[in-house]
């Protein structure tokens, strides 16, 4: 990459930190703004389908702008990144991602520190999530292959769309699960509901892979001449 390991993993945590902030201070804005859950669902939607547009436009050419660890776990299966790179970035993505959460906390001066207390367990909420992720690495991958240039475009709309359909409202990323435990607001889910979640979006991913390593491989249609014993 043209890039060097320090200047990637910079582009990780920061555009992660960007994203959590969106997503946790778009939430409050939203829960202060209406008491309508719809709306305030719609009021956290559209801020962070577009600010994906945007982070992986800007980030993208430094470090593949993936700032979720189930797309790094994908990548790093498929040998795109290395272990020792992949590791790092995951942990960029979760330091860059709770410190997204403290700024937003601040920035509507609420207090830093903070466990949240919103239940989000359950198998149709387990289900939601691997569907999630499944649909992400999908766009991704499947973008990746046939219209690269759209992948800002196509990352957030799947996103803003998925909001939408899943019962869970989407994370399909591990990293802003976690840093979402540490937000008792409109956005956070409980610690302990976070292992699941985790796990389902790792599922998710991995399947994902698998479906579209299987869909992509393309069929075989050369054909050799027929050669007649005696005619060479």
């Given amino acids: 990459m043209a890039f060097d390991l320090n200047r990637r993993l910079a582009a990780e945590a920061l555009g992660t930190a960007i994203l959590v902030a969106t997503v946790v201070g778009s939430g409050i804005m939203a829960d202060r703004l209406s008491n309508d859950v719809a709306v305030s669902l719609l009021g956290n939607t559209i801020p962070t389908g577009a600010i994906l547009v945007v982070l992986i436009s800007i980030l993208g050419?430094?470090?593949?702008?993936?700032?979720?660890?189930?797309?790094?776990?994908?990548?790093?299966?498929?040998?795109?990144?290395?272990?020792?790179?992949?590791?790092?970035?995951?942990?960029?993505?979760?330091?860059?991602?709770?410190?997204?959460?403290?700024?937003?906390?601040?920035?509507?001066?609420?207090?830093?520190?903070?466990?949240?207390?919103?239940?989000?367990?359950?198998?149709?909420?387990w289900l939601a999530e691997a569907v999630a992720t499944f649909g992400l690495v999908l766009t991704i991958l499947a973008g990746l292959r046939f219209r690269a240039d759209t992948i800002p475009w196509l990352v957030g709309l799947y996103i803003t769309a998925a909001y939408w359909f899943t019962a869970s409202t989407s994370f399909a990323n591990p990293a802003v699960a976690v840093a979402r435990a540490f937000s008792n607001t409109f956005a956070g889910i409980r610690p302990a509901d976070v292992p699941a979640f985790i796990a389902a979006e790792l599922f998710g991913a991995l399947v994902a892979a698998a479906v579209v390593g299987w869909m992509h491989t393309e069929r075989n249609t050369s054909t050799f001449p027929i050669t007649v014993k005696g005619t060479e």
Avoid: C, W
């Fill in 61 to 125: 050419p430094i470090s593949g702008a993936h700032f979720n660890p189930a797309v790094t776990l994908v990548f790093a299966a498929k040998r795109e990144i290395d272990a020792t790179a992949a590791s790092l970035y995951v942990l960029a993505q979760i330091a860059g991602g709770i410190a997204g959460t403290l700024i937003a906390h601040a920035m509507f001066d609420l207090p830093l520190l903070q466990v949240s207390e919103t239940v989000r367990t359950g198998t149709g909420q």
